[in-house]
C-alpha cells in the first residue's frame, strides 16, 4: 500500500478540526467518560505501570531490534528497526505539533475538583496523548513488519492499555487518546513509507 505524506498532513486537519469541534461545543461527553474511569485517587499500581512502558518500550524495541541485527549482520532486522524509529519521529512531531495548535489544557487542570490525577505535575499540553500515540506507533509498525497474530495482537492490546491508562490516571481526556491512537498508526505508516523510499529502492 502506497502511503503519501499529504495523508499525514490530512491527518493532522482532521484532529485539530476534531479538537476545534470539541471545544466549541459542550465537552460533557469527554469530561463525563473520563470521570466514569478516573478514580479518587488512582490507586491501581497496574495501570500507573502500563502507563510507564511506553516511552521505554517505543524506544527499546527498535533499538534492541538495531543492536542484534549490528550483532548479527542482519541487514534485514537493522532495516525493520529503522523503519519504527523512523515511524516513531514522524509520530513525536505530529504530536509535538498538535499540541502546539491546539494548546489544550490538562483535564484536572481546567477541572480541579472532578479529576484526580495520579501525577498533578505533568504540565505538558493534553491534547493529543503522546504515551498512546508512541504505543500505537510502536504496535502499528511492529503489525506492518511482522504481519503474524501472536505480535500484532498483543502489540495493540498493549498501546490500547496505555491509551486507557491515561484515562484512568486521569492524565487525559478520552479524544486525547482517540486522537493519540490515529497520530500514532499514521505515524507508523509515515516510517513505513519512508523506509522503502529511503532504504529499499533498488
Known amino acids: 500500500m502506497r502511503i503519501k505524506l499529504t495523508s499525514i498532513a490530512k491527518l493532522i486537519c482532521i484532529a485539530a478540526t476534531v479538537f476545534c ?3 466549541t461545543h459542550a465537552q460533557n461527553w469527554d469530561i463525563n467518560l473520563l470521570k466514569s ?3 479518587n485517587p488512582p490507586s491501581s499500581s497496574l495501570w ?4 510507564s512502558t511506553a516511552e521505554p518500550l517505543s524506544v527499546g524495541i527498535p533499538a534492541g531490534m538495531f543492536v542484534i541485527g549490528l550483532i548479527n549482520k542482519d541487514s534485514s532486522l537493522k532495516s525493520k528497526s529503522v523503519e ?13 505539533a498538535l499540541k502546539i495548535i491546539t494548546n489544550r489544557q490538562r483535564p484536572y487542570q481546567k477541572y480541579p475538583f472532578d479529576v484526580f490525577p495520579y501525577d498533578a505535575s505533568e504540565n505538558g499540553k493534553s491534547f493529543p496523548s503522546a504515551h498512546t500515540s508512541l504505543s500505537f506507533a510502536t504496535a502499528t509498525s511492529l503489525s506492518l513488519i511482522y504481519k503474524k497474530w501472536y ?15 491515561r484515562l484512568y490516571l486521569g492524565e487525559h481526556y478520552p479524544s486525547d487518546v482517540i486522537v493519540g491512537a490515529a497520530v500514532g498508526v499514521a505515524g507508523a505508516y509515515a516510517g513505513h513509507w519512508l523506509n522503502k523510499k529511503l532504504f529499499r529502492r533498488k
Open 37 to 39: 474511569i478516573n478514580h
Open 48 to 51: 500507573k505501570g502500563v502507563s
Open 151 to 165: 505480535i500484532t495482537v498483543p502489540a495493540f492490546v498493549w498501546a490500547t492499555s496505555v491509551g486507557y491508562s
Open 84 to 96: 519504527i524509529l523512523l515511524g516513531i519521529t514522524a509520530t513525536v512531531v505530529a504530536t509535538e
Open 21 to 23: 469541534i470539541n471545544t
